[in-house]
């Protein structure tokens, strides 16, 4: 197809009139589009919830636990020089 003949078909489906849309498919779109923005809400907020609920398991462990301190040798040190 040369440019001419392109642009001939583009105009052509340019200007047949658009298929019918269905009456309720507005509704249904917002329907379908506030449940999905619910879900991703609901989500969100439970993906926080486990962050939140992980980082203060963190710190209640790490507070019992303490590891950074040193622990407790088992075993007494040599005697020598008796």
Same mark, same amino acid.
């Given at each position: 197809?040369?440019? *001419?003949? !392109? %642009?001939?078909?583009? !105009? !052509?489906?340019? %200007?047949?009139? @658009? @298929? @019918?849309?269905p009456p309720d498919l507005h509704a249904e779109v917002v329907r379908r589009g506030s449940r999905m923005l619910r879900r991703?809400?609901? =989500?969100?907020?439970?993906?926080?919830?486990?962050?939140? =609920? =992980?980082?203060?398991?963190?710190? #209640?462990?790490? /507070? #019992?636990?303490? +590891?950074?301190?040193? +622990? &407790? /040798?088992? *075993? *007494? +040190? &040599? #005697? /020598?020089?008796?």
């Open positions: 197809m040369n440019q *001419t003949q !392109r %642009e001939a078909t583009v !105009r !052509r489906l340019l %200007e047949r009139t @658009p @298929p @019918p849309v991703r809400t609901a =989500a969100r907020r439970l993906l926080w919830l486990v962050l939140l =609920a =992980a980082a203060l398991a963190f710190v #209640v462990w790490a /507070s #019992v636990a303490r +590891p950074w301190a040193e +622990p &407790p /040798s088992t *075993t *007494t +040190p &040599p #005697v /020598s020089n008796w």
